[in-house]
């Protein structure tokens, strides 16, 4: 008998959203090009799942200017004082949609580690460098609900997404990339994660899926 790893189940699944914030997208001194394209997509999987009452994340970055905790290629400009996704910023927010209603970011509570409650099952949590599981408690929030699979959209693919993808796989979680709704996609880029056993696949198609759960 074949034994099945890999296969989502969206029934334990959760959404999350990676660094979909003001200053990634396109337009921005700091923006990642291709950001706000997939914004629709990545509002799409979103409203689907908070429809189907499956859990969402919301994953961000914030920046203190000044500040040595921060992934080394921008470690020496955030040190001088940059003001990229800086905490309590316009630019630290998420992306316009994302959310039902305009929610500020709780700068302090988030970077103490906490969840930021925007929902009946939909959170805003801070991740200190590119993987969303390093130095959160994002793993044990995870399986404290039962989660199987994690389900990834958002900004800037062989950064943060992949970054988390690779956790979440080392974490025995089945994993999910919308791959039209994830910024700085490209044919070899997806080849390597579907190597890694990483299902991709579009945002209308698990939307569908996941609202048939509702």
């Not at 959404?15 to 337009?27: A, E, K, S, V």
């Not at 291709?34 to 914030?62: C, E, F, Q, W």
């Not at 003001?83 to 949609?97: R, T």
């Not at 970011?105 to 925007?118: K, M, P, T």
């Amino acid at each position: 008998m074949t034994r099945d790893y890999l296969t989502p189940d969206f029934a334990s699944s959760v959404l999350l959203t990676i660094d979909m914030q003001r200053d990634f997208l396109d337009g921005s001194p700091f923006e990642i090009p291709g950001t706000m394209d997939v914004l629709p997509n990545v509002v799409h999987a979103v409203s689907a799942y908070r429809k189907a009452s499956l859990p969402i994340v919301h994953v961000v970055r914030l920046y203190e200017p000044g500040s040595r905790d921060v992934d080394p290629p921008r470690r020496a400009a955030v040190e001088d004082g940059l003001q990229m996704v800086a905490p309590a910023s316009l630019g630290s927010q998420l992306a316009p949609g994302l959310l039902e209603t305009h929610v500020e970011l709780d700068s302090g509570a988030l970077l103490g580690g906490q969840l930021q409650a925007v929902g009946r099952a939909e959170w805003i949590m801070y991740k200190p460098r590119w993987g969303a599981f390093y130095r959160t408690q994002l793993g044990e929030f995870l399986e404290a609900r039962g989660i199987s699979t994690v389900v990834i959209a958002g900004c800037n693919l062989p950064n943060c997404p992949r970054a988390t993808l690779v956790e979440a796989s080392e974490r025995d979680f089945r994993t999910v990339l919308l791959e039209d709704a994830v910024s700085q996609s490209s044919d070899e880029r997806l080849s390597d994660l579907a190597q890694i056993g990483v299902s991709l696949t579009q945002a209308a198609a698990v939307a569908t899926r996941v609202l048939m759960l509702a």
